[in-house]
């Protein structure tokens, strides 16, 4: 079956430095993959996506790398603040499959 | 708003009562998703309107939930008997088409004694 899943559930990096998030999926013929973020007690929030045509997309202290080869994607945030904290989960947008997240903690 | 809003934000019930749970999407949103997220899990897909289509039911766990789109708006998520291990927080999104960026309402925490 379908799935999407993060390769470690938590992680913590220290105020400044950069932090990267990873996600696997299954399907092969998934093209479309968006990052959410969710913060305690809330809903999730979309931070960037990528399509299966691209390697890699920028956003505002964002990026997101794909490899198609090993179904892998990537979020990276730079410059990760304390407002980063939160859960983040990868998602295969057609199918509506999200991974399980990633608890992000930001150290001061 | 110009949000997701669901409603009721907390819902305590006992087990075999029936629940409703609605969902507000932003206006013009021709998409909406219903989600699952057990504590500390990730989101388990439920259904998924799209315009005046069939829903997706796919994900629904069982019989016992269903749920409609009134005028290709407001949606009630229902679930009949409840089980404990219904309790989660229910996680309705909009989206202006299936696939896109989907928007998340606060949830409904249902809590199923």
Known sequence: ?????LHLPTLSVQEGDNSIINCAYSNSASDYF??????????????????????????????????????????????????????????????????????????? | GAGVSQSPSNKVTEKGKDVELRCDPISGHTALYWYRQSLGQGLEFLIYFQGNSAPDKSGLPSDRFSAERTGGSVSTLTIQRTQQEDSAVYLCASSSRGGNEQFFGPGTRLTVL
Request: with cysteine; hydrophobic share 35%; glycine share 10%.
């Open chain 1, 34 to 108: 968006i990052w959410y973020k969710q913060e305690s007690g809330k809903g999730p929030q979309f931070i960037i996506d990528i399509r299966s045509n691209m390697d890699k997309r920028q956003g505002q202290r964002v990026t997101v790398l794909l490899n198609k080869t090993v179904k892998h994607l990537s979020l990276q945030i730079a410059a990760t603040q304390p407002g980063d904290s939160a859960v983040y989960f990868c998602a295969e947008s057609q199918n509506f499959v999200f991974g399980p997240g990633t608890r992000l903690s930001v150290l001061p």
């Open chain 1, 1 to 5: 079956g379908e799935s999407v899943g």
